[in-house]
């Protein structure tokens, strides 16, 4: 039997859903409402794994700075004026004001509450009417530093004093399957935020549910897809997945804008592939672009997803691009309005006294490694 312990409600007995996938049944309901599980998640997930939080390019040059707060923590981004990349708890240090607020450009952030000042590097570089405070030396004072690194165009943190595992050992295995995209020679064309009244987990399982998309998707994407069982899940580490498939660009009529990106231009026109960064980035690619998701929970039931629409950096320059841009957007806010309907019911579903979980198809082996893995997390590897 294995359970999950979690304060104040009963243990929460998940034996079902950790069988081998051809014997296991969904996760309990309990895992996307309840507050004593997102408690555990905050703490067993997301403070401790490496988190992507953008990309490079919207902090790219000296002084800009981004903000965030990632489970309730606040977040600062900065670039320095040597160039260098920065991550520091967005808290001041007199009375825990959020020294920065939205993303922006700036020389030194001054708190909005009683005026301390930080540079880019966190350092605290005026206090007023501090003098007399017997022991408290400014120049000693500093923001406190997160860990912070970068892959493929990417910015990650870890809200740990000391991660378990340092950023190139957590991307191991998504380094070898992602690199021929070459996502470092791409820029974000737009941003998508979507705020959703569902648990995030139910869009990380959707993203790569394989299952539903010749079904609810017929009449958008699903009917230029290839047969589900044509998606090989390659199961990776810390509950990673990645899939190459078949599926046309993600257009109205399935025709590229645009033609192939560079990175893969020895690719079929049908190229698509996806991979399941651990534990809330969807990378997806099409011959044409690639578009990962990041989903972020805001509270036991509902969560925020960022689609980043990225395209090679030569494209940019195209006449009618931002036109072109729009046909791409507008379309995956087509497709993910459809997946809006199917979690808004799911969330309400497992909320019903008469839900109990199904069965998994093997079709849901790709949300069966990543459950696991989750359960593994927040506690759910103990045998009773
Ligand atoms: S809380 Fe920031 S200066 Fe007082
Ligand atoms: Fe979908």
């Known amino acids: 039997m294995k359970v999950i312990e979690i304060k104040d409600a009963a243990r929460l007995d998940v034996t079902a859903t950790v069988q081998p996938v051809e014997a296991a ?56 004026a040597k ?41 605290l570089v005026g206090a007023s ?16 530093t997160l860990h912070v690194g970068q892959w493929a165009g990417w910015i990650f943190i870890n809200l740990a004093p000391q991660p378990a595992m340092t950023l190139e050992e957590h991307l191991r295995d998504y380094v070898g ?60 580490q810390h509950g990673g997945t990645f899939t190459r498939y078949e599926a046309r660009p993600m257009t109205p009529d399935a025709v590229s804008l645009f033609g192939k990106m560079p990175a893969l231009e020895h690719e079929p026109e049908n190229f698509a592939c996806s991979s399941h ?30 689609v980043y629409n990225l395209y090679p950096k030569e494209w940019f320059d195209q006449p009618g691009f931002a ?19 199917m979690m808004n019911s799911l969330q309400n579903g497992v909320t019903s006294g008469n839900y109990v979980p199904g069965r998994l198809s093997t079709l849901e082996r790709g949300i069966h490694h990543v459950l696991k893995d989750y359960m593994d997390k927040i506690g759910g590897a103990k045998a009773a």
């Open 323 to 341: 036109d072109k841009l729009k046909v791409y957007d507008d379309y995956i806010r087509l497709v993910l309005a459809e997946d809006v309907t």
């Open 83 to 123: 160039g260098e990349l920065n991550a520091f708890a967005n808290v001041c240090l007199h009375r825990g004001v959020e020294i920065a607020s939205g993303d922006g450009n700036a020389e030194f952030f001054s708190c909005p509450y009683h005026a301390w000042n930080y540079d880019l590097d966190g350092n």
């Open 277 to 306: 960064l651990s534990p809330n980035m969807q990378v997806i690619a099409r011959i044409d672009n690639v578009h990962p998701l990041v989903m972020w929970p805001t509270s036991p039931t509902t969560s925020r997803t960022i």
């Open 177 to 236: 399957d992602l690199s021929m995209l070459k996502m470092e020679n791409l820029r974000l064309g737009t941003k998508v935020v979507l705020d959703l009244p569902t648990n995030w987990k139910f869009v990380v399982e959707n993203l790569m549910d394989v299952y539903h998309v010749r079904t609810l998707h017929y009449n958008s994407f699903g009917k230029h897809r290839g047969p589900p069982e044509n998606f090989p899940f390659l199961l990776r």
């Open 25 to 80: 049944s969904h996760a309990p309901g309990e895992i996307y409402y309840s507050d004593a599980v997102y408690q555990l998640e905050k703490e067993q997930i997301f403070k401790k794994d490496w988190l992507c939080v953008g990309r490079v390019e919207e902090v790219e040059k000296p002084g800009d700075y981004t903000t965030m707060r990632i489970v309730g923590e606040p977040v600062l981004i900065t670039r320095n």
């Open 129 to 144: 009417f501090m003098r007399e405070s017997v022991g408290f030396d400014s120049k000693s004072c500093k923001l406190k």
